[in-house]
């Protein structure tokens, strides 16, 4: 996520205030949006039968809400459509049987809270996650560093971009593993001489 992050020129990074339920979870797919009444679960009912195969459910609410929105049985119902994972500003419940179930989310909150299903909201959409904005077939990856959206219309030149930062981190590993400094790699030497950084020796 952080490597996508960098080669879009540092642009798409959604605020931490979103997290993974549980460590270890990475994800990548396609947005499809849903924007809700806080409180209200009703929208990611009718959004189900939009997911299917690599979609990624994003969740907002109309104001800021904390309630438990989605819980197990929403996540058996997308695990059998084959959809990545969620991405919800508010709350999510059952967060030990999600786990169980690995079907991978990032949330605000983790709260029981009930909800109702009294209110109309809209599917596939133009939303806001905290720091930016999705569209509707946006590119989602996610993982314990957190969530980054890319573009629909950039998404295969940035991919081709992070490919390429891979690549380099790949050969960088290596020259790290075999004992080289970052102030070589980086040519940084001369900025520590610049700044008037200098090594001093105590006996």
């Given amino acids: 996520m952080a490597t996508v992050h960098e080669a879009m020129g540092k642009r798409g990074l959604v605020e931490p205030v979103l997290r993974p339920i549980y460590a270890g979870a990475r994800i990548a797919g396609r947005a499809i949006t849903v924007l809700s009444h806080p409180g209200d679960n009703l929208m990611?009912?009718?959004?189900?039968?939009?997911?299917?195969?690599?979609?990624?459910?994003?969740?907002?609410?109309?104001?800021?809400?904390?309630?438990?929105?989605?819980?197990?049985?929403?996540?058996?119902?997308?695990?059998?459509?084959?959809?990545?994972?969620?991405?919800?500003?508010?709350?999510?419940?059952?967060?030990?049987?999600?786990?169980?179930?690995?079907?991978?989310?990032?949330?605000?909150?983790?709260?029981?809270?009930?909800?109702?299903?009294?209110?109309?909201?809209s599917i596939n959409v133009p939303?806001?996650?905290?720091?930016?904005?999705?569209?509707?077939?946006?590119?989602?990856?996610?993982?314990?560093?957190?969530?980054?959206?890319?573009?629909?219309?950039?998404?295969a030149a940035v991919a081709q971009k992070a490919q390429s930062r891979e690549d380099k981190e790949k050969r960088k590993r290596d020259q790290f593993a075999e004992g080289a400094l970052g102030l070589d790699i980086y040519d940084l030497r001369p900025k520590l001489e610049e700044l008037g950084i200098e090594y001093v020796d105590q006996d």
């Fill in 44 to 121: 990611i009912h009718a959004a189900v039968e939009q997911c299917g195969p690599e979609d990624v459910l994003v969740v907002t609410t109309t104001s800021p809400s904390t309630d438990g929105m989605f819980g197990d049985l929403f996540a058996t119902a997308l695990q059998a459509r084959g959809t990545a994972g969620l991405i919800i500003n508010a709350g999510v419940r059952d967060v030990a049987d999600l786990t169980a179930m690995g079907f991978p989310v990032w949330s605000r909150a983790v709260h029981a809270q009930g909800t109702n299903k009294l209110n109309p909201g």
């Fill in 127 to 155: 939303v806001h996650l905290p720091g930016v904005a999705v569209n509707p077939g946006d590119a989602i990856i996610a993982d314990d560093d957190g969530v980054v959206v890319v573009p629909r219309a950039e998404a």
